[in-house]
């Protein structure tokens, strides 16, 4: 059975950081990308981060580009996104995502407000 949880999501300030981890079991992680998409009220889910099998490969929104950081362990079976400068606009439930599955983490909310 294949799951994924994430976690590190909370209340920060702008121009705080925070960041978020995905931990996957079930599945031979190395082998599959992951991703990060996040999803606003209102809003439709968006992709935010991709991060290749072996992680030598990363896209970005352009909307967090020079902001965030994907990584991933795969010795750890998780995959990290690093979120600096956040903006009130980052605010939203953030959900890791094995590519090209309908494998999908409960989701962590980030609320980026002073």
């Known amino acids: 059975q294949v799951q994924l949880e994430e976690s590190g999501g909370g209340l920060v300030q702008p121009g705080g950081s925070l960041r978020l981890s995905c931990a996957a079991s079930?599945?031979?992680?190395?082998?599959?990308?992951m991703e990060w998409y996040r999803q606003a009220p209102g809003k439709q889910r968006e992709l935010v981060a991709f991060?290749?099998?072996?992680?030598?490969?990363?896209n970005y929104a352009d909307s967090v580009k020079g902001r965030f950081t994907i990584s991933r362990d795969n010795a750890k079976n998780t995959v990290y996104l690093q979120m600096n400068s956040l903006k009130p606009e980052d605010t939203a439930v953030y959900y890791c995502?094995?590519?090209?599955?309908?494998?999908w983490g409960q989701g962590t909310q980030v609320t980026v407000s002073s």
């Open positions: 995502h094995i590519y090209r599955t309908n494998y």
């Open positions: 079930g599945i031979m992680f190395r082998i599959v990308a």
């Open positions: 991060i290749s099998s072996g992680g030598s490969s990363t």
